[in-house]
């Protein structure tokens, strides 16, 4: 009598739109249990999915208690945890001297110390299922865009944390991985992204619609849909492989390209001319 492998587990945050509602479909379609966590679980993706998923789950990065509640939720509902994706993430677009101390803090808990913490209270459970991290990161954390400071930092320092702790979590038999997409078409990103200062701004004029315009740029055929960045984090968490960095679209490929071939005042320089900032 041949034994049927136990479905795999995985928490995926940030359900409510784009990416991670993409990610959680595409792990659904193809066998897995997926907790779908959302900040608010009335709303109406939370709905749609719930028919799809094992489970929907609360969990604000926000908020360290509804990080460990909600880990603890899905292991003592699903039994097991052999994955976590992180895919919810919010922009802050605008001049660094517009950004507020809490639009600072409320982009730095979402962004960086959020994901940090579910992956620290989801590692004793990786550790015991020898289960795979995936964050969403972006282009952005590697090549940098003006007017978008704050959100390239979390990004480049995900990406850093997870370069960081990939030494430890060999020893622990955890993989740990990064997918940063380019632009990505078919979510809510650009609408969901907080605006530092409003209107035309005495100084700064429209750049930061002009830095939104550039982060969005749909019908562009270098883009990616959230299905695409799906399939990408699909093979992260599948593949098998000790390969930590993922990078999804034509675009993205062609920013870190045009970083690594300038020094740092060579990319400041064209993205003056790029922006007309000057
Ligand atoms: N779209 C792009 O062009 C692009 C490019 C590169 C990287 N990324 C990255 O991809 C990831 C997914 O973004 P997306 O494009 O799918 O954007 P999206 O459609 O705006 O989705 C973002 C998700 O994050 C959730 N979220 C925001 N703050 C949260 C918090 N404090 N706790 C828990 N969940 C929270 C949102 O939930 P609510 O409904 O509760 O707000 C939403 O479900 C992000 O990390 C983003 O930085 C996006």
């Known amino acids: 009598m041949t034994s049927v492998p136990p479905r795999r587990v995985i928490l995926v945050t940030g359900c409510s739109s784009g990416i991670g509602r993409a990610t959680a479909r595409y792990f659904s379609a193809r066998g897995w249990l997926v907790a779908a966590s959302f900040r608010n679980t009335n709303c109406p993706v939370a709905s749609e ?5 094992a489970m929907v789950v609360k969990l604000d990065l926000g908020d360290g208690d509804s990080i ?10 699903l039994l097991a945890l052999d994955a976590v994706v992180n895919c919810a993430g919010t922009a802050l677009v605008g001049a660094i001297e517009r950004c507020t101390h809490a639009q600072l803090t409320r ?4 962004n960086i110390a959020g ?29 940098p865009l003006p007017l978008t400071a704050a959100y390239c930092a979390c990004k480049a320092a995900l990406d850093a944390a997870v370069q960081g702790f990939a030494p430890e979590s060999v020893l622990v038999g955890v993989r740990v991985k990064t997918v940063a997409p380019g632009r990505v078409t078919g979510t809510n990103f650009i ?3 907080e605006r530092a200062g409003s209107g035309v701004d005495a100084i700064y004029g429209d750049m930061t619609e002009r830095a939104l315009m550039a982060m969005q740029m749909d019908g562009d055929v270098s883009c990616s849909t959230a299905e695409e960045v799906a399939e990408c984090i699909w093979n992260a968490v599948t593949d098998d492989s000790n390969k930590i960095s993922y990078v999804v679209g034509e675009d993205a490929k062609a920013l870190m390209a045009m970083r690594s071939a ?17």
Do not use: C, W
């Open 49 to 53: 999915l719930r028919s799809n998923v």
């Open 107 to 110: 982009a730095t808990m979402t």
């Open 115 to 143: 994901p940090l913490s579910l992956i620290a209270t989801s590692m004793p459970h990786l550790r015991q299922f020898r289960g795979v991290v995936v964050v969403v990161s972006s282009a952005l954390g590697r090549a």
């Open 262 to 278: 300038m020094t740092d005042e060579q990319l400041r320089d064209e993205l003056v001319a790029r922006f007309e900032l000057k």
């Open 191 to 193: 609408d969901n992204a």
């Open 68 to 77: 460990s509640y909600a880990v603890e939720q899905v292991v003592s509902e």
